[in-house]
């Protein structure tokens, strides 16, 4: 069952030489083949509560797909540099499929 990394900027970024790093070393190689960017920073609509500053959403196959990712060297070394930057709230959700 598919699974979201779901990462909400909580304020403006605050460390631009240290979202520039992040920036760098997310892009020294290519992405994962099996992660699907679905929301990246764009527009949003707030309906209820405070909105955050900015929001990514990112689609892997599974929960554990999404952990290895998110726990994988590579970008644990990256968001070292994302999180000083500015503050950050980040989750892994699980899909939901109807039957049938």
Not at 36 to 62: H, I
Not at 63 to 72: K, L, V
């Amino acid at each position: 069952m598919a699974a979201y990394v779901i990462i909400l900027r909580e304020e403006p970024i605050k460390d631009p030489e240290a979202m520039a790093e992040y920036q760098r070393l997310i892009s020294l190689g290519p992405p994962p083949a099996n992660l699907k960017p679905l929301v990246l920073y764009g527009a949003s609509d707030p309906l209820l509560g405070t909105p955050p500053d900015g929001v990514v959403v990112l689609e892997f196959p599974s929960m554990a797909e999404a952990r290895e990712w998110y726990d994988s060297p590579r970008y644990r070394e990256a968001r070292v540099f994302r999180q000083k930057a500015a503050s950050h709230r980040e989750l892994i959700v699980e899909g939901f499929s109807f039957p049938g």
